[in-house]
């Protein structure tokens, strides 16, 4: 593995969750390894797994509640593990959020093909996601260089549209008219310092509700602007 994921075992058999463990471990993988879900969700954000083995016959509180808890913090994949092979279980572990199941006695190769795919296909997403800067109904597209706001598309210029990213990607702080100059234009010939202030005021009348009071690009008297999300 390029890098080290940490898996979280929820498991409240002790043999099966030192197996599990154990293979896992053996594997280069960092493990963690609970007993019930109350110890899941009491240590998740210090243990901040990449994927999550969780059994659902639990006693106290089952499987599909601690995943509906999961899931109101982390998008993580969750995989079930169930000795039910009841169609209706394995149709309520996708409704409650969980990516995957494996019914026992499990197959360890299969076990562990399961999470090398959950884990890429999430992270894979996820890095998709990271090219898609998204600040309270305004959505800037990386890849296709596109602009949305409430769902619509605004048409931007190529200057507005690289004014705008360079200001996104760096969300409360403040620019002078000479740093966006330098960053923006400094290729262009053809440009001066005042074509910030204008493209400024092109971007505010397109992306403002109230150009007066801008909810995203505002101005810092006696410094330049400023993206706020």
Known sequence: MTEKHTILIVEDEAGIRDMTHK???????????????????????????????????????DGFTVCQEIRKRLTIPIIFLTVSREKM?????????????VTKPFDFEELHARIKANIRRYYMYSQKEINVLKFNGLEIHL????CQLDGEKV???????ELLIHLAK???QVW??????DNVWSL????????VKVHISHLRRKLEK???????IKTVRGFGYMFSG
Request: glycine share 6%; with cysteine.
């Open 210 to 216: 109230d150009q007066k009071n801008p909810h995203f």
């Open 155 to 161: 048409e931007l210029s190529a200057k507005e549209m």
């Open 170 to 172: 760096h969300p409360n």
């Open 89 to 101: 279980d394995k149709i309520r572990c996708f409704e409650l959020g969980g990516d995957d199941y």
């Open 23 to 61: 293979y896992l471990w053996k594997l280069g993988y960092d493990v963690v390894s609970v007993e019930n879900g109350h110890d899941a969700l009491k240590h998740l954000d210090s243990i901040n797994p990449h994927l999550i083995l969780l059994d659902i016959e639990m006693p106290g509180m």
């Open 143 to 146: 890849d296709t260089f596109e």
């Open 176 to 181: 002078s008219q000479e740093q966006l100059y």
């Open 188 to 195: 262009d010939a053809q440009g001066n310092i005042e074509t």
